[in-house]
């Protein structure tokens, strides 16, 4: 594994095309498993099988319960995860994981495992899950980061999610497609309420550099210990941290930016210009405090990568507030300035296209890749899988990007 950057030519990506646990998420369930929305998952499953068609063309793509499944014929693997797993497993249902081949362990894990029910369950049409599913995990990124050749296990913030990184771990830890430098942070054993971090507030845009967000789901101490981590090691002499309002639509750094080129980024515009700006820190290796920059370009400056701006929903407040709610910030660069994107956000692919980016069709693509523009964005549909509050950066962790 190696990641040094945010645009680098796209190696080697882990990915989940979403299953069953989907179908946990009820209007009664949705808010406990951090929904705004119900997803039609036949729909979302062939939105995504789209999208790793597109990065199939780009670089080796690898799915989390493909992973799973083969490493728990290792015994090793199987005694970490079910041993982790007895923690979460109510009414002796870890027997009935334990008898069950690898694959299908990993299926549970993931889809969750239904208690047996009794006679009264039955006839009042009620059930419930001895085994939690995992209806967000077709959003890797959150969950854990590559910096360099080093790996972080994310910490959480809503226990919903905590089996999650159990896998994630067990994934770094054993299969050899996903062999690392060693663990800078294990959230999976992280349980302080002060201590999360999510990989959505985590971009790797140089490889001395990192921008952090502190959001709702990422907090100071655990972006502290992340810093000492990196600055130890010697993955960063420069950290920026952007101080993020806490609110549903800026959930993860990356929903409001997202770095697309050499010197380009795509932004929600309220939160980087004009009076809403957001506060920017830095810290810098070998000093004690931070110093809070101007605005998040002018640190930007100061540390030597200046970027300009594309509006994310044009120059319109609505569309801006519209389109920001459906991913339009987050953007998966596949190589320094073609990227990947929904095709609803009509007013952001205008901004690209005014930029000099051309929006080409995720079919039209597959069709001829060789013919893609140096600039451009390929767009899917995205119509379902939006609506799990994510876009084609959350749907994807990358293992490798090649040096810029």
């Known amino acids: 594994m190696c990641v040094d950057s945010e645009i680098g030519t796209l190696e080697t990506v882990l990915v989940h095309t979403p299953g069953l646990e989907l179908g946990a998420v ?114 890797p990124r959150d969950i854990a980061m590559v910096i360099g050749s080093h790996a972080v296990v994310g910490a959480m913030r809503y226990d919903v999610r905590w089996t999650e990184e159990l896998l994630i771990k067990a994934l770094f830890t054993f299969h050899p497609a996903m062999a690392n430098d060693g663990l800078l942070y294990d959230g999976s054993e992280e349980r302080h309420t002060n201590y999360t971090l999510e990989g959505g507030d985590v971009h790797r845009l140089r490889d001395d550099l990192l921008l952090l967000g502190y959001s709702e789901r990422t907090s100071p101490a655990a972006l502290d210990r992340l810093c000492e981590a990196v600055f130890e090691q010697g993955l960063a002499t420069d950290v920026l941290v952007v101080v993020m309002p806490k609110a549903p639509t800026a959930i993860h750094l990356d929903m409001i930016f997202t770095q697309i080129d050499h010197g380009q980024c795509m932004v929600y515009p309220p939160y ?40 994310a929903g044009g120059a319109t407040r609505t569309s801006q507030d519209r389109e920001q709610w459906s991913s339009a910030c987050n953007l998966l660069a596949v190589r320094p300035g073609v990227v990947i994107g ?50 084609p950066r959350c749907m994807t962790l990358p293992l490798r990007r090649g040096a810029l």
């Not at 980087?272 to 930007?300: I, S, Y």
């Not at 007013?347 to 000099?356: F, K, P, R, S, V």
């Not at 069709?361 to 597959?366: A, G, H, I, M, T």
């Open 26 to 139: 009820t209007p009664g369930t949705r808010e406990a498993y951090l929904y705004d929305d119900i997803i039609a998952l036949e729909i979302a499953r062939r939105e995504h099988r789209r999208l790793v068609e597109v990065l199939e063309r780009f670089g080796s793509v690898l799915q989390v319960q493909t992973l799973l499944g083969e490493i728990l014929d290792l015994p090793e693997a199987r005694e970490f995860l079910l041993s982790k797993a007895m923690d979460l497993v109510r009414n002796g249902s870890a027997q009935r994981l334990a008898e069950m081949p690898g694959p299908a362990i990993a299926r549970a894990l993931i889809e969750g495992l239904e208690e047996k029910r009794g006679p009264l369950t039955q006839a009042l049409n009620q059930a419930a899950f001895a085994l939690p599913p995992l209806p967000n995990l077709f959003f």
């Open 272 to 311: 980087f210009l004009g009076p809403e700006r957001l506060a920017v820190l830095h810290r810098r290796r070998g000093l004690d405090g931070v110093r809070e920059r101007p605005d998040f370009f002018a640190a930007l400056r100061a540390v030597g990568l200046p970027m300009e701006p594309i509006l």
């Open 342 to 391: 929904y095709r609803r956000n009509e007013a952001t692919l205008e901004a690209l296209e005014e930029a000099g980016y051309a929006a080409v069709s995720s079919s039209r693509f597959l069709e001829a890749p060789e013919a893609i523009p140096g600039r451009a964005v390929i767009t899917l549909q995205g119509g379902e899988l939006v609506r799990g509050g994510g876009g």
